[in-house]
Structure formats: structure tokens, C-alpha cells
């Protein structure tokens, strides 16, 4: 039986992390060349339009060129906030795709966080998405109140689709959830689930009126 040496020398190892770095820049490299095709317009001396450069040279959609780019601009504020991290960057649009949508101080939190939840590791894009996802959900619990005025989201809760786009007033806030005030009686969504309705006081309170009246009528008068 032939022995496997499975040790790697010091130079071998430092070829390994050398070689590594590469590849986690290969990506990287390719979506900056095409952002810089893109701004400085390199592709107008034999195309009309970027979107029509990209499908004939590199067979890509137009929503294609564009998510690369934006994985582009992620990883390009990723190098200068992450120093600790510089060497760990995305390898494919995936991992970027959670984080475009994120502010520069967000997309930070989120890949520093997915890092750690990898142990140290190039997390997956499942990994940076649900974290990109709690990040959101934190962010809404700290922007309701209680009183707030709420219009009801289905988003991916398919059990909403008979509150969809209904106004609902926060009675109570937990870590998880939201107990909110419908015309027909109180409900307990996500935070996720509810984009907040920019009512002043007086509004809110006309709003609170009209529950406490519908939900005061018997239910035998609503059949």
C-alpha cells in the first residue's frame, strides 16, 4: 500500500494560501474588468450600447452584466473595510447577490458576521443570505413602535395573502415577532412582514379609532 504524505512543507503551505488568494481574486478581477469596460465605455468603437456588447462578446444578459457589476462595487468597499479579512473575498455572485442591496456599513456587518458564522472560512451564499436577512428583520423591530402604523407585506409568507396591503396598528413587540391590530381582530407577523406608514399622531389615532369600532361589532352582524 503506497503511503500518502499528507504533510505539507512551509513553502507548500504558503503555496497553498498564495494559490487560494488567486483564486478568490479571479472573480473578483473579472467583474472589475467589466465594470471598467462599462464606465469608461471601451465598448463603443463596434457597439451602440453596453447591454448589446455584453450579449454578443460575452453571451450575457442584460440583468447578468448588471448583477456583476454590482458584485463589482461590493467587493471593491469588502477590500478597503475588511482589512482583517482582505484575503477572504466572494468567489462567485451568490455571495454578493444578499449584500447589493445593503448600505456600505451593512455589507460589512453582514460578510465580517458570515465570515465568523464559516469559521473563518468563504461562506455560502445561503449563509450570507440569512444573515443579510436578520441584519433587515433587526433593523425593522428597532423601527416600529408601539402605535405604529403598518402596512401588511406577503413577501414569502404565503399564510399573509389575505392581509396583503392591510393597515394595522403595533400593540406589542417581541424578539421575533409583532402582535398588530387589524379591523378584524389582532395578529402576530413577522417584523419582516410590515412596512411602517408615515402617520403622524393625530393620523394614528383616527386609524386606532376606526379598529376599536370594527372590532366592537358583533360577529354575527359581519356574516
Known sequence: TQIIDTHLSLDESR???????????????????????????????NYPTFEQYCKETFNFTSRRCYQLIHAAKVIETLQAQ???FVHILPFNESQVRPLVSLTPEQQVIVWQQAIAESKGKIPSGRTVKMIAARLRSCQQ??????????????????ELKDQAGCWCLVEEITSDSVIVRLGSGTLSVSP??????PYNSQQ????????????????????
Open 15 to 45: 503555496d497553498r494560501a498564495s494559490l487560494e488568494e488567486q483564486v478568490g481574486q479571479s472573480f473578483y478581477n473579472s467583474v472589475s474588468a467589466l465594470k471598467e469596460l462599462r464606465d469608461r465605455r471601451l465598448y463603443r468603437s
Open 204 to 223: 394614528r389615532d383616527k386609524l386606532k379609532v376606526l379598529c376599536d369600532r370594527l372590532n366592537s361589532i358583533p360577529l354575527d352582524h359581519l356574516s
Open 141 to 158: 423591530v428597532m423601527s416600529l413602535q408601539l402605535g405604529s402604523v403598518c402596512r401588511i407585506l406577503v413577501k414569502n409568507t404565503p
Open 82 to 84: 475588511c482589512e482583517q
Open 192 to 197: 419582516f412582514n410590515l412596512e411602517v406608514v
